[in-house]
C-alpha cells in the first residue's frame, strides 16, 4: 500500500493532474458522462460492498468540477463537488489512496463529507484508467467507520478495479473503431474526388508503358477521350523527339536506378498538335522487390514553355540594346570629354570643333539674346544661323507654355550670379521651328568675357534614348507581370547568395514583400552543398520539405547557374514548386491499388506479397504458418437467385466473419470472387492448429441465419496447406496445394475442410 505523507494544514482541495488536459479529453471522447448505469459496473460495485463488507461502493469518474458516479451502491445522490472529492485526491497517482481513519487525517478531518452524510470515515480508492494509461477515475470503498485495510485488501480491490476498467477500455476500443471507420471512408471519397479533379494530369502505366489508368485532366491535356487512351500507351503518344531520353530513364528506374524521374517533354495531341508537360513517374515495387507498376503526374507546361522563349527574346534584346546604348554613351562621353579639352585652345580651332560639334551649341549674353549658333544647332532646331544670332534663347527653343519658368530662372540667375542649373546636365523640353518638341539634355556653363557674362549651352537630342529606356521599362513590367502571376517562387541571386529578384510569389508563401526582399541574404532552405554545386555551374533539382504560411509543403526546387559574358558564374535563378498534393495522390495510387474495393480486406496483389513476407519469415525464424484456401459454397446459386447486390452483402458478411474470427496478427484477403485466403502466422503446432481454426470458421458461417433481412443458409469448403521453415515451396506452389486441399473438401461433400498431403509446402 502507497504512504502519503502530509502536513497538518486545514481541508485541502485534490490538486490538479499535471495532464489534466489530456485527461479530461480522454474522459470526455468516451461519451459516458450523464448516462444511464451499467449491469456490468453495478455487478463489480455490489461485489466489492460485499466482499469488503462496506455499505458504499462507486464507480467515480472525474469530470472538471464533480465526481460523477457512474455505477453505485449505498449511495443516492449521483454526484458531488470536484473540490470535496476523496477521488480526486486518489487520480494523482497508480496506486490505491486508503484513508482509514479520515476524522484523523489533516486532508479531509473539516471536510464535509466526513463531518456530515455521509459521514465518511474510512476510504479506498483504486484509480481506473484509459487505454492509454490517463486515469479517469476510481473504484471507491467508504464506511462510516474507521478500519483497518490489509496489503492483501489493497490487491483485491486493484483486481476489482482491473475489471472496471476493461469495461471502459472496451467502450474506448468501439469508439475508436466508430471515428476510424468514418475516416477511412471519408479518406476513400476525398481520393476519388482528387484523382477526378485533380488540377494535374494523372494516370496508372504497366511496365511496357500501356496505360491502366487516368484522370479526367490527363484526357484534357491530350485532347483524347479515356476510352482511346487506355487503348494506347505513352510511347504512341510521345514526341518522336523525346521518346529516346524518357525511354531511357525509364530503363534506369526500372533498373533500380533512379529512385524516381522527373523531365520535360512533350505529347502529340490527338489532331496531331505539340503540347509540353512536366512529367514526374515513379516505380512501385512489390515486396520481393520486382518492378510491378508505374504512376505519373502529368502537369501541362505548354504556355510557361511558350513564355520562356518570349522571355528568352526579350532578354536577348534588352541585351543587345543595353550595349548598343552603352557604345553610345562611351562614345558621347568621349566626344564631350574631347571637346570640353578643345576650350582650352586657339580661337579657330574651339571655333571649328564647335561647328563640328554633334551637339547644338548655343551662346546666349546677359540679356538672354543668341550670339552663338553653331551647325547643329541649325540642324536640331531648323533655324539658320543668321536667323538666330540676336534672338531670345526662351523664345527660340522653349515651347510657349514653359517658357514663364525657364525664363523666370534664367533671369534670376543673370540678376544674382546664383544658379541651381549651372555645370550641370538637366533634361528639359525643347522645340524645334516647325513647332514640333522633343526631349533634350541641356548643360549651361557660366563664363566672363572680359566684363561680359556669357552662358553657354550644349543641347543633345535624347529622343532615341528616351525612347529606348521607355521600352526597356516596359519590357521589365512585363516580366515582372509574368513572374508575379506564375504559381512557383522565382528569383535570381547573387554569388554571395543575396536576393536581387523574388517574383510577388514570396509574399504569399512567407509574407515578405520582395521590395523588403531585395539585398537581403537567401534564407537557408537547402544545403550549402547545393549551393556551391550551381556556383560552380551545375544545374540542380532537389526536392525537400518546406515550412511557410502554407504550412509543410513538399517542394521541388531547381538552381540555374547565370555566367556572366567572362564565363563566370555571376549568381543562379531560383524556381520552387508546390508538389504537395502530388506527392499526397502517389501515396494514395499504392494503397488503392493493395485493396479490394467490396470488402477493403488486400487483394490478391497485396495477399502474394504477404504470402511471400510469410515464407521469408518462416525460413528466417524456423516458426511454421498454415494458409487456408476458402471458397464459398452455393454462392453462384444465391448470388444469380437475389441478384449482385445481394450477393456482394453476403461477400462482405462472409469477410466480416473471418476478420472478426481470426487473430489481429492472421492474414485476411480476397483472391478473387467468392475465394478468400488466410495466413495462420506463429504456430507451434500448425497441423492441429490449423484444423481448429478452419472448424472454428465452418461454425461461425453456420450460424448466420439472414443477411438484409432474407434467410440464408452458408456454408464453405476450405483447403489447409502448411509450411515448415526446412520447405522449398513458393508463394504459387503453396497457394496451389491449398487450392487443391479445398477442392478435396467440396467434392467431399462441401461444409468442411482438408488437409493437404502433398509435399508442396
Known amino acids: 500500500m502507497a504512504a502519503f505523507v502530509y502536513s497538518d494544514r486545514a481541508m485541502q482541495a485534490p490538486p490538479t493532474p499535471s495532464d489534466e488536459a489530456l485527461r479530461l479529453a480522454a474522459l470526455r471522447a468516451l461519451e459516458v458522462l450523464d448516462t444511464a448505469p451499467d449491469e456490468e459496473l453495478d455487478r463489480i460495485t455490489r461485489t466489492a460492498s460485499r466482499l469488503f463488507g462496506v455499505p458504499i461502493a462507486l464507480v467515480s469518474l472525474i469530470d472538471e468540477n464533480r465526481q460523477w458516479f457512474k455505477s453505485r451502491v449505498g449511495l443516492d445522490v449521483g454526484e458531488t463537488p470536484r473540490d470535496l472529492s476523496f477521488c480526486g485526491h486518489a487520480i494523482l497517482s497508480d496506486d490505491a489512496l486508503i484513508v482509514e481513519d479520515a476524522g484523523g487525517d489533516a486532508r479531509f478531518c473539516d471536510n464535509p463529507l466526513v463531518l456530515d452524510g455521509p459521514r465518511i470515515a474510512f476510504y479506498a480508492g483504486q484509480p481506473i484508467?484509459?487505454?492509454?494509461?490517463?486515469?479517469?477515475?476510481?473504484?471507491?470503498?467508504?464506511?462510516?467507520?474507521?478500519?483497518?485495510?490489509?496489503?492483501?485488501?489493497?490487491?483485491?480491490?486493484?483486481?476489482?478495479?482491473?475489471?472496471?476498467?476493461?469495461?471502459?477500455?472496451?467502450?474506448?476500443?468501439?469508439?475508436?473503431?466508430?471515428?476510424?471507420?468514418?475516416?477511412?471512408?471519408?479518406?476513400?471519397?476525398?481520393?476519388?474526388t482528387t484523382f477526378s479533379q485533380a488540377a494535374v494530369g494523372m494516370a496508372i502505366a504497366s511496365l511496357d508503358g500501356r496505360w491502366q489508368r487516368v484522370n479526367q485532366r490527363l484526357c484534357d491535356i491530350t485532347g483524347y477521350d479515356a476510352a482511346t487512351l487506355l487503348d494506347k500507351s505513352f510511347q504512341d503518344i510521345t514526341h518522336p523527339d523525346n521518346l529516346a531520353a524518357d525511354l531511357g530513364l525509364l530503363q534506369r528506374l526500372i533498373a533500380g536506378e533512379l529512385p524516381h524521374y522527373a523531365l520535360e517533354k512533350r505529347y502529340l495531341r490527338a489532331d496531331g498538335s505539340p503540347v509540353w508537360v512536366a512529367l514526374t513517374l515513379s516505380l512501385v515495387r512489390d515486396d520481393a522487390g520486382e518492378p510491378s507498376y508505374l504512376v505519373g503526374?502529368?502537369?501541362?507546361?505548354?504556355?510557361?514553355?511558350?513564355?520562356?522563349?518570349?522571355l528568352q527574346t526579350a532578354h536577348r534584346e534588352l541585351e543587345r540594346r543595353v550595349e548598343e546604348r552603352t557604345a553610345e554613351l562611351s562614345r558621347e562621353i568621349h566626344e564631350r570629354e574631347r571637346f570640353q579639352r578643345s576650350?582650352?585652345?586657339?580661337?579657330?580651332?574651339?571655333?571649328?570643333?564647335?561647328?563640328?560639334?554633334?551637339?547644338a551649341f548655343v551662346?546666349?549674353?546677359?540679356?538672354?539674346?543668341?550670339?552663338?549658333?553653331?551647325?547643329?544647332?541649325?540642324?536640331?532646331?531648323?533655324?539658320?544661323?543668321?536667323?538666330?544670332?540676336?534672338?531670345?534663347?526662351?523664345?527660340?527653343?522653349?515651347?510657349?507654355?514653359?517658357?514663364?519658368?525657364?525664363?523666370?530662372?534664367?533671369?534670376?540667375?543673370?540678376?544674382?550670379?546664383?544658379?541651381?542649373i549651372m555645370n550641370r546636365r538637366i533634361e528639359i523640353t525643347a522645340r524645334r521651328r516647325d513647332g514640333g518638341v522633343f526631349p533634350a539634355e541641356l548643360t549651361l556653363t557660366s563664363n566672363h568675357l572680359g566684363e561680359q557674362q556669357i552662358i553657354s549651352a550644349f543641347?543633345?537630342?535624347?529622343?532615341?534614348?528616351?525612347?529606348?529606356?521607355?521600352?526597356?521599362?516596359?519590357?521589365?513590367?512585363?516580366?515582372?507581370?509574368?513572374?508575379?502571376?506564375?504559381?512557383?517562387?522565382?528569383?535570381?541571386?547573387?554569388?554571395?547568395?543575396?536576393?536581387?529578384?523574388?517574383?510577388?510569389?514570396?509574399?504569399?508563401?512567407?509574407?515578405?514583400?520582395?521590395?523588403?526582399?531585395?539585398?537581403?541574404?537567401?534564407?537557408?532552405?537547402?544545403?550549402?552543398?547545393?549551393?556551391?554545386?550551381?556556383?560552380?555551374?551545375?544545374?540542380?533539382?532537389?526536392?525537400?520539405?518546406?515550412?511557410?504560411?502554407?504550412?509543410?509543403?513538399?517542394?521541388?526546387?531547381?538552381?540555374?547557374?547565370?555566367?556572366?559574358?567572362?564565363?563566370?558564374?555571376?549568381?543562379?535563378?531560383?524556381?520552387?514548386?508546390?508538389?504537395?498534393?502530388?506527392?499526397?495522390?502517389?501515396?494514395?495510387?499504392?494503397?488503392?491499388?493493395?485493396?479490394?474495393?467490396?470488402?477493403?480486406?488486400?487483394?490478391?496483389?497485396?495477399?502474394?506479397?504477404?504470402?511471400?513476407?510469410?515464407?521469408t519469415g518462416s525460413r528466417r525464424n524456423r516458426s511454421a504458418f498454415a494458409l487456408l484456401f476458402i471458397d464459398l459454397d452455393g454462392?453462384?446459386?444465391?448470388?444469380?437467385?437475389?441478384?449482385?447486390?445481394?450477393?456482394?452483402?453476403?461477400?462482405?458478411?462472409?469477410?466480416?466473419?473471418?476478420?472478426g474470427a481470426l487473430r489481429q496478427t492472421d492474414t485476411v484477403a480476397r483472391l478473387a470472387g467468392d475465394e478468400f485466403t488466410v495466413i495462420l502466422e506463429g504456430l507451434d503446432t500448425p497441423a492441429s492448429a490449423a484444423p481448429v481454426v478452419a472448424a472454428k470458421l465452418l461454425d461461425a458461417l453456420s450460424a448466420v441465419r439472414e443477411i438484409d433481412g432474407r434467410p440464408v443458409i452458408l456454408s464453405a469448403s476450405i483447403g489447409v496447406a502448411?509450411?515448415?521453415?526446412?520447405?522449398?515451396?513458393?508463394?504459387?506452389?503453396?497457394?496451389?496445394?491449398?487450392?487443391?486441399?479445398?477442392?478435396?473438401a467440396k467434392q467431399s461433400g462441401k461444409n468442411r475442410y482438408a488437409v493437404s498431403s502433398g509435399d508442396a509446402c
Open 459 to 615: 543641347l543633345h537630342d535624347i529622343s532615341e534614348r528616351k525612347a529606348a529606356e521607355n521600352l526597356l521599362r516596359k519590357s521589365r513590367e512585363r516580366l515582372r507581370l509574368i513572374t508575379d502571376n506564375m504559381p512557383a517562387l522565382i528569383a535570381y541571386v547573387d554569388a554571395d547568395l543575396r536576393y536581387l529578384f523574388n517574383n510577388r510569389a514570396y509574399e504569399h508563401w512567407f509574407g515578405v514583400s520582395p521590395e523588403k526582399l531585395a539585398g537581403t541574404p537567401m534564407r537557408e532552405l537547402i544545403g550549402e552543398t547545393a549551393f556551391e554545386r550551381a556556383l560552380q555551374g551545375e544545374q540542380v533539382t532537389f526536392e525537400n520539405l518546406f515550412d511557410c504560411r502554407l504550412g509543410r509543403i513538399d517542394v521541388t526546387t531547381t538552381l540555374i547557374p547565370s555566367a556572366g559574358d567572362d564565363g563566370k558564374i555571376e549568381g543562379f535563378y531560383v524556381l520552387s514548386l508546390d508538389v504537395t498534393e502530388r506527392k499526397r495522390l502517389m501515396a494514395r495510387l499504392e494503397q488503392e491499388a493493395s485493396l479490394d474495393a467490396l470488402t477493403e480486406l488486400p487483394n490478391r496483389r497485396a495477399f502474394m506479397r504477404q504470402l511471400s513476407r510469410a515464407i
Open 722 to 744: 502448411l509450411h515448415h521453415p526446412a520447405s522449398n515451396a513458393t508463394p504459387d506452389s503453396l497457394l496451389a496445394a491449398a487450392d487443391r486441399a479445398m477442392y478435396e
Open 363 to 420: 551662346a546666349v549674353d546677359a540679356e538672354g539674346a543668341i550670339i552663338e549658333w553653331n551647325q547643329s544647332a541649325e540642324r536640331v532646331f531648323g533655324w539658320s544661323r543668321a536667323e538666330a544670332l540676336g534672338r531670345p534663347l526662351a523664345e527660340t527653343v522653349i515651347p510657349e507654355t514653359l517658357r514663364g519658368a525657364h525664363h523666370d530662372g534664367f533671369a534670376r540667375f543673370i540678376r544674382s550670379g546664383v544658379g541651381t
Open 343 to 359: 576650350l582650352s585652345e586657339e580661337e579657330e580651332r574651339f571655333s571649328t570643333i564647335l561647328e563640328n560639334a554633334t551637339d
Open 635 to 659: 454462392f453462384k446459386r444465391l448470388n444469380d437467385g437475389h441478384g449482385h447486390d445481394f450477393g456482394d452483402a453476403v461477400l462482405k458478411r462472409f469477410a466480416d466473419i473471418l476478420t
Open 297 to 310: 503526374v502529368i502537369e501541362d507546361i505548354d504556355e510557361r514553355k511558350r513564355i520562356e522563349a518570349e
Open 129 to 192: 484508467r484509459s487505454l492509454c494509461g490517463k486515469r479517469l477515475g476510481t473504484l471507491c470503498l467508504i464506511d462510516s467507520r474507521p478500519r483497518a485495510f490489509s496489503q492483501a485488501d489493497a490487491d483485491a480491490l486493484r483486481d476489482l478495479a482491473s475489471l472496471a476498467e476493461r469495461f471502459f477500455h472496451s467502450l474506448e476500443a468501439s469508439t475508436r473503431a466508430l471515428a476510424m471507420h468514418t475516416s477511412l471512408s471519408r479518406t476513400e471519397t476525398l481520393f476519388e
